[in-house]
């Protein structure tokens, strides 16, 4: 990297101005965790929109509001509602975007602190959502404050958008924004999503997504009398035995070349998220019958180098063959949900920006990540068409969705800082930039 490593006057002076606002930045990090963002259902959306329109209106952008009204999960009680702001620069173009989620999942048990207190005590603050992934947000807002603050002035321009939804899957957030044109490669040149991945990590994408639900059907029977009948949930522990034992030990020899972290997730997995046969288990007794419909959930995560046709073909093979075996196997396949993968190349300009940041900044080469779950890229890189995307921001991606979840202040503002330079090499700076 060479000269990339060693930051310019200018971008150590928008750095040093980032630690003159660590309180300002610290202050609006813990007023965006107080608000209990929720998803599902999608709390307080409106209120927590507001306030970052508002601070970005306060620092110049052009601020807007948009809803996802076309959207079903976008009602009266839980309006889904993004906001853009935009900050010219000299130049439309070029252009870079932050974007950040402020939903975040449910609290969950085992608390030690208040979850949305957003309590700040030995250089941490901790709550639901700091560091998945309110204190990203935080971070582009108050880097990109600091290099005006710092007196210089940006050749292209900056936007930045906090949306919903994205840990339901983006579709009422960034997804949203992309069928709009408001993400569009003809609008922007690069795109960070500040999911947190680490200060000193770049992350290019993430593998890819096939949830499946299988149905076995059996012939409900007296269940003093099994013989007469069928059972669904027999014949449901034969697909999962076969998954476990013959599908599994195959994908886990699959080893992909993204640099997947944890390196566990560097091999296709699949997993069992629900099963249920028979009837409904409630408060009373349940009648004595065979099980009839035995259904199982699955989560197959596959990787960059494999194909959904084929991934879908393998589960399609197994089933086909209990049916060969038996012929009172009997089954459904149904597909849920798919996400291809993601992967921007490591020579993008923002790849190689965010390692020079990195390595400027924290003093030590960047590590480059993709991730083992997805997260709004995909709808960037296929639904708008921008390439150039990455995932970097403050928060160890490990204690996300975890109770006690906390970020670490001296990361955010790390985090804040690197962003400031690689906006600065992204879209430039104006030479007249006081005293640069
Ligand atoms: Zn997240």
Redesign the pocket.
Known sequence: MGNLSALSPLERRASEAVDTLVDEMVDFCRRLVRIPTVNPPGQHYAVCAELIGAELGRQGYGVEYISADSHADHTAEYPRINVVGRLDGTAPRPCVHFNG?FDVVPVGDGWSVDPFGAELRDGRIYGRGTC??KA?IAASIYAVEAIRRAGVRLRGSVEQSATVD??SGGYAGVADLCDRGIFSSHRQDHVVIT??LNHDRVCIGHRGVYWFEVTTHGRIAHGSMPGYGVNAADMMARFIEAVNGELRPRLEARTTAMPVQPAAARHSTINLNALHGGQEIGPRFLASCVADRCLAVYDRRYLHEEELETVRGEIVELLEELARRDERFRYTLRDLWSVPPVATPLDARVVTTFEGAVEGVVGRPAEIVASPGT?DQKHVTRRAGIVECIAYGPGILDL?HLPDEYVVVDDLVSSAKVMAVATMRLVGVEDRSRGG
């Open positions: 989620h998945d992934q990203g994205e840990e999911e947190p997260y996300a």
